[in-house]
């Protein structure tokens, strides 16, 4: 989905920092307010690390992920691919809801 476009990230938290502190308000933000309104940024940025630490590996017709690095944890990852797949389970059911039609409840005599 990342390849095809469908799901795009937030910027890099250091790109964002400089960005806000660039600004007024971010510059009269406290530093609580300040991690708080970077903290999507922070996570994404470990979201980044995590998928950047994957390696794939084929098993006939599945595809295994595995970590490189084993210090490093993927619990966000897989919380997100999680979200993914419920969003797209949602999505499929939606659209075989909307494929009914109407000949299909007249009915002839």
Excluded: H, W
Excluded at 15 to 20: E, R, S, V, Y
């Amino acid at each position: 989905m990342l390849n095809a476009g469908k799901i795009k990230l937030l910027i890099d938290e250091r790109i964002a920092k400089t960005k806000l502190l660039n600004t007024k308000a971010g510059q009269k933000m406290s530093p609580e307010k300040r991690a708080e309104y970077l903290k999507p940024f922070t996570l994404t940025s470990i979201l980044k690390e995590e998928m950047m630490n994957l390696r794939e590996e084929n098993e006939g017709v599945n595809i295994i992920l595995k970590q490189a690095n084993k210090s490093i944890k993927k619990d966000k990852f897989s919380a997100a691919e999680y979200g993914l797949l419920y969003i797209k389970q949602e999505e499929d059911s939606k659209k075989k809801k909307k494929k009914f039609k109407v000949t299909d409840m007249m009915f002839m005599s």
